[in-house]
T-cell receptor, first 118, second 114 residues
Framework: GAVVSQHPSRVICKSGTSVKIECRSL??????MFWYRQFPKKSLMLMAT?????????EQGVEKDKFLINHASLTLSTLTVTSAHPEDSSFYIC??????????????FGSGTRLTVV | AQSVTQLGSHVSVSEGALVLLRCNYS??????LFWYVQYPNQGLQLLLK??????LVKGINGFEAEFKKSETSFHLTKPSAHMSDAAEYFC????????????FGKGTKLSVKP
């Protein structure tokens, strides 16, 4: 159980276009989803926390108008990179938090999306 | 603020040798601690987690980690490395609460020599 599907796994887009990445929890309800970005030779950086039915909370330094996050249902959150530029090329990963007791605490990660902007 | 330090960005061991990946954390509250593994071009997979129960935590693929509060450490070990263990390993700490965000270390790349 507890599967998170992230799509697409790879995408190449032209500079100036927008790209949407989907993160779905397949067999559980995810009240909270997290979006991370992984920089080369560095760790994951949290971009934003996505709560179902409310506006996402962005981390400092992350442009909310550039990285649009929508969490319209308990099983789907989307990240849209608007007007993408080569510097946005990165590996983006989502994770979902299951609504369980603290003793069952854990996250399930998607398989990631490799974005290349040319 | 919580933080995680992974000592050694790259660790190389021979097949069959002991694997030891170091992780130290700082936290003002009792932490939840995690080890994740990432294979090339894949997302993270949870290896094991510590959530204030037993201090020695056993995970998948023969890995285990011991929570030592006095040393603020959560080192990952495996008695005998396999070639398939070659990957990047991330230690993470929860900011707090059952829905707290994860703070990741910078990762340690494990290479296994035949």
């Amino acid at each position: 159980g507890a599967v998170v599907s992230q799509h697409p796994s790879r995408v190449i887009c032209k500079s100036g276009t927008s790209v949407k990445i989907e993160c779905r929890s397949l067999d559980f309800q995810a009240t909270t989803m997290f979006w991370y970005r992984q920089f080369p030779k560095k760790s994951l950086m949290l971009m934003a926390t996505s709560n179902e039915g409310s506006k996402a909370t962005y981390e400092q330094g992350v442009e909310k108008d550039k990285f649009l996050i929508n969490h319209a249902s308990l099983t789907l959150s989307t990240l849209t990179v608007t007007s993408a530029h080569p510097e946005d090329s990165s590996f983006y990963i989502c994770s979902a938090s299951r609504a369980r007791r603290a003793s069952d605490y854990g996250y399930t990660f998607g398989s990631g999306t490799r974005l290349t902007v040319v | 603020a919580q933080s995680v330090t992974q000592l050694g960005s790259h660790v190389s061991v021979s097949e069959g040798a002991l694997v030891l990946l170091r992780c130290n954390y700082s936290s003002s509250v009792p932490p939840y601690l995690f080890w994740y593994v990432q294979y090339p071009n894949q997302g993270l997979q949870l290896l094991l987690k510590y959530t204030s129960a037993a201090t020695l935590v056993k995970g998948i693929n023969g890995f285990e980690a011991e929570f030592k509060k006095s040393e603020t450490s959560f080192h990952l070990t495996k008695p005998s490395a396999h070639m398939s263990d070659a990957a990047e390993y991330f230690c993470a700490v929860s900011e707090g609460g059952s829905q707290g965000n994860l703070i990741f270390g910078k990762g340690t790349k494990l290479s296994v020599k035949p």
